[in-house]
């Protein structure tokens, strides 16, 4: 039954580029937007978004964790995934429908801006979203080309209309609108994995207990991942330290999306080993995803901590030396979220043990609100960054503890001491070689360039077993190419 599945790596390398589109290609556009909106420009949509998405957490309901969980149990039963498809479908519409009406009611009587009604193409998106389910179905590629057609659309529209500050609602536009057509895409495959409904079987509503408690941990993410861009405004009022920031986040989640997206992949696969009770099979996979979160988050976080200084000014003009001192704080997210993700995300939810993982997410959220009251008021932007790393330290300890008598702590930090190793010398390297270089594309590229050789190089020193895993795997491929 196994050996006809998709192939993990596969899957994984689908939802890398799937998420790296949703964040790398708005990118593109960010050296333009940086230099035509301005940072408090960039703050005002920043601002805007951040409110909406408490809508768009509401209509959502925590559907989407549900429906992929549900369908990656029911993968080789049409029957059973088309009766989890329609109920959760309809449970959405319901939501998305009662939100996105409260949503206008607020924003004709409160916000009062063109920018807050725009934003509601984003409510419209979840309404028509089944992302969850090709997940579910552990069928990436499908979403990888939509967001590949549609983010590039996105950047089109950006350079072709938006041409001045003034032209900020289209920027917003930009924003919602192509997510929105991407959503409505992926209904054309639809009709070839799940059959028409049953009404009979309607009961959208069966497993609502269920949903919420899935939902309670989304809503306490929101607070310490969106809530931060709200209290800034809130606190400081300036759209200047709002815009920093979100220019901050963005950069630094390019490089986690490298790490979570092996999270998504092995979702559906770590709930079928479950399903089926495989539990030697299923310690083995979050083992090895501990691994790949030491191999790759040590030399990411590591690397963008170094570089940020040169990268920041060529890449989005003066007046943004702040970026690169918040860049340094936010990059150690890389390995604590990275660490998170798999305790939570593809250990606890797939194996039904959302208790643990909503109570740490609540302590998250609870000390993020806490520590930004405090620290914003004091450091501006730099409070809330440094708020949210410890609130993610708090997460992820709080997991690792909850789960020690399945996965082993000390075991999880053993993975990484080949990667701690190479990374120690990989900023020494750094560290001497860019001591007299300038801001510019070519020296931060070197930059990057050395760091990578550097520690890779020192990795084949330790032979690395990880390491040459992935090498024989690429060789295995690149020969099978050739001979075909």
Not at 47 to 66: D, H, N, Q, R
Not at 337 to 366: D, E, H, R, W
Not at 402 to 410: C, D, L, M, P, Y
Not at 447 to 472: N, R, W
Request: charge should be positive; proline fraction near 2%; include cysteine.
């Amino acid at each position: 039954m196994m050996g006809n599945r998709k192939s993990l790596k596969r899957n994984y390398i689908y939802n890398l580029i799937y998420q790296l589109l949703v964040i790398i290609l708005p990118l593109v556009t960010t050296p333009y937007i940086s230099r035509i909106l301005y940072a408090d420009g960039i703050g005002v949509v920043s601002f805007a978004e951040s409110i909406v998405s408490y809508f768009v957490l509401f209509a959502s309901l925590g559907v989407g964790l549900y429906g992929q969980r549900e369908i990656s149990y029911y993968q080789d039963d049409k029957d059973k995934r088309s009766e989890v498809f329609w109920n959760t479908l309809i449970f959405k519409f319901i939501t998305s429908a009662v939100i996105l009406l409260l949503y206008i009611i607020v924003s004709i009587f409160y916000f009062k801006s063109n920018i807050y009604y725009i934003f509601s193409i984003s409510i419209l998106s979840v309404f028509f979203d089944i992302t969850w389910f090709y997940q579910g179905m552990e069928e990436f590629g499908k979403i990888v080309v939509r967001n590949i057609i549609f983010k590039i659309l996105s950047i089109a529209f950006i350079f072709l209309f938006v041409k001045s500050k003034s032209d900020i609602g289209l920027y917003a536009f930009s924003i919602c609108f192509f997510t929105f057509m991407g959503s409505i895409s992926l209904w054309v495959y639809l009709k070839h994995y799940v059959s028409k409904p049953i009404f009979e079987n309607i009961k959208p509503f069966k497993d609502f207990r269920v949903i919420i408690s899935l939902f309670i941990p989304t809503i306490a993410i929101q607070v310490y991942t969106v809530l931060d861009k709200t209290m800034i405004g809130i606190i400081t009022k300036s759209d200047f330290e709002n815009g920093y920031y979100d220019l901050s986040i963005k950069i630094s989640k390019i490089l986690l999306t490298i790490i979570t997206s092996l999270g998504v992949a092995l979702i559906p696969r770590v709930g079928l080993l479950y399903s089926n009770n495989d539990d030697d099979n299923l310690k083995k996979l979050i083992y090895k995803s501990y691994r790949f979160v030491w191999f790759m988050g040590i030399p990411l976080c590591f690397g963008l901590f170094m570089i940020s200084n040169n990268f920041v000014p060529w890449f989005l003009g003066a007046g943004y030396d702040k970026v690169a001192i918040l860049i340094k704080i936010l990059s150690f997210l890389i390995i604590i979220i990275g660490l998170s993700n798999v305790t939570g995300m593809q250990y606890l939810i797939p194996t039904k043990k959302q208790n643990a993982f909503t109570i740490s997410v609540c302590i998250g959220a609870l000390v993020n609100l806490v520590l930004n009251y405090i620290l914003i008021r004091n450091f501006l932007s730099i409070g809330a960054a440094t708020a949210s790393v410890i609130a993610e330290c708090a997460v992820t300890a709080y997991q690792i503890y909850r789960i020690r008598k399945e996965i082993s702590a000390k075991k999880i930090l053993f993975e990484g001491r080949n990667y701690f190793i190479a990374g120690f010398f990989m900023v020494l390297i750094i560290y001497v070689f860019m001591r007299n270089l300038i801001p510019s594309v070519k020296n931060s590229m070197l930059i990057a360039i050395v760091g990578a050789v550097s520690y890779f190089v020192i990795l084949t020193i330790l032979k690395d077993k990880f390491l040459y895993e992935y090498i024989e795997y690429f060789r295995n491929r690149a020969f099978r190419t050739r001979k075909l």
